[in-house]
């Protein structure tokens, strides 16, 4: 029985540890940064790689990033909404590694995600029809877009090694904490 009050009370640590590092990165919206350079990506990635209740790795991220979306003018959009989706999915792989490569690999993956998915809703319309209903306007929205990939990639990047890395600090700091 203390086998398991102390196992309890360590993942509640570690989840609490790591709803924290989500809603800083949902925090971190606020901030002025370049046009799509966000944590949220990563956020969606690495609350789901490292809460062990799946529907908690799952729904905390979509739920920080809907809070974050009350006070943003026009922030809600069901293309974003969906790859965010896919991200966390996509999160649930890493789970069971720390290793720098699958976790890279992963954060590559979300940014193509979030781009192919969102500018497909561009294209389709979702924010008016500002591309030609064709292969070509769908070209140009991709291509058009390019600078925000790249934005977005050096952001997922970057906020994937600050969540990781962090969590990775703290359980250093805190030999108690295991993955929720």
Known sequence: MQNYNMKKELTIQSTIAVSALVLLAAATRFLPHPANFTAIGAMALFGSARLSD??????LPIAAMALSDLF????FNPSVYFSFALIAVLGLTLRNTNKVLPILTGSLASSIIFFAITN?????????NMYAKSIDG???CYTAAIPFFTNGLAGDLFFTGVLFG???????????LVKA
Do not use: C, D, H, T
Request: glycine share 10%.
């Open 54 to 59: 799946k529907r908690l790795a799952l729904i």
């Open 72 to 75: 943003i003018p026009f922030g």
């Open 166 to 176: 962090s969590y990775q600090l703290l359980k250093k700091a805190i030999p108690a």
């Open 120 to 128: 497909f809703a561009v294209w389709m319309g979702e924010n008016g």
């Open 138 to 140: 769908l070209w140009m």
